[in-house]
């Protein structure tokens, strides 16, 4: 054991001896060829096509070996940032507490494997909590933010009985985040992240708080609806939390039906034209389909219309209810009581 981790750093100066020793050997045989070769002192035509050879193949050589610097420096780059999205952005386990759960996130940075987007799903003894959030940028530089979030949030769904004290949790690990990194890099942060929160009840109730991101879609058949049009809180980081969070009622995820999470990215993505992306329309031939199967698609028409990689990061979560049906459903309504759950006759 002490002898492979002897030859480690051993490895490590010798690539770094052979990155600047290559390098300075060819300018050596470059200066000393036309300092000390009698050839490289005449004027003839020959004498300056053989010079001419000789300082290509050196130029030749030193772009040769810059470029595999760059292409292992990008080697290490992408597998750091792939250790990142394993820890950050861990893939979720397919059924969570009877919902089936699919998720994937598209970076905007060609060759990144993470963005700025942020989600997570858990069972809890409060009922299975999601997160979707968006970090303001994207690519390496948001890591940080999003892991202070996410941390934060996969502590607090466990410990605080209401949403609002999830939130306000968030909410100071994020200014403790923004001022760590002002003392530390001596520069203000000015990062501020949308947040959704969402908790499903065991039966299906939906209750929700959002800080500046977009509402989840609702698969219930045939039909695409928005979950809520209620405008949202300010993102975090930009204001300070009113001291009441108003804790939205949102019906009831039937048995069947599927919430799509996504980043606003999803709907910024423009064609050649100019034109946005749907993701209302995308959705629109998903009925019955596999929410693993609803990612495929969406991401597919996504990328057929922006052409390639969107300029935006993009994040999908979808969750369908495949509990088994109750006697007794609620139907879907906005801002009413908890304790009040009509018969499933109508879906309004």
Known sequence: MMRFKAAVPRA???????????????????????LTCPLAQQDGLGARVVTSAVFFAVGTGLIVHVRRALLRELRQARQVAGAAQSVLLRPLPPRIDGLTVAAAQLSA???ATIGGDL?????????????????????????????????SFREAVHDEPELGGVLRRLDRALARHLRDRADRDGTVAEDFVTVLLMEIGRDGELRALNCGHPWPYLLSGSVVEPL??????????????????????CGHLLPGESLVL????????????GRFFSLREALGGAEGAAPQAVLGGVFTALLDHAGGTPKDDVALLVLRNDRQRQPTQGARGTARPATTYPQPTTHL
């Open 109 to 111: 940075d060609r060759g």
């Open 228 to 249: 809520s049009c209620t405008d949202p809180l300010p993102p975090l980081g930009l204001f300070p939390l009113p001291c009441a969070l108003p804790v939205l009622e």
């Open 12 to 34: 490590g100066a010798l690539r770094r001896v052979l990155s600047m020793g290559l390098p300075t050997m060819w300018g050596a045989v470059a200066v000393t060829y036309k």
């Open 119 to 151: 989600y997570e799903a858990v069972a809890t003894e409060h009922g299975v909590r999601v997160v979707m959030g968006d970090v303001r940028g994207h690519g390496l530089a948001a890591i940080g933010t999003a892991a202070a979030v996410l941390g």
């Open 262 to 273: 996504h980043t606003d990215g999803a709907e910024d993505a423009r064609d050649a034209l």
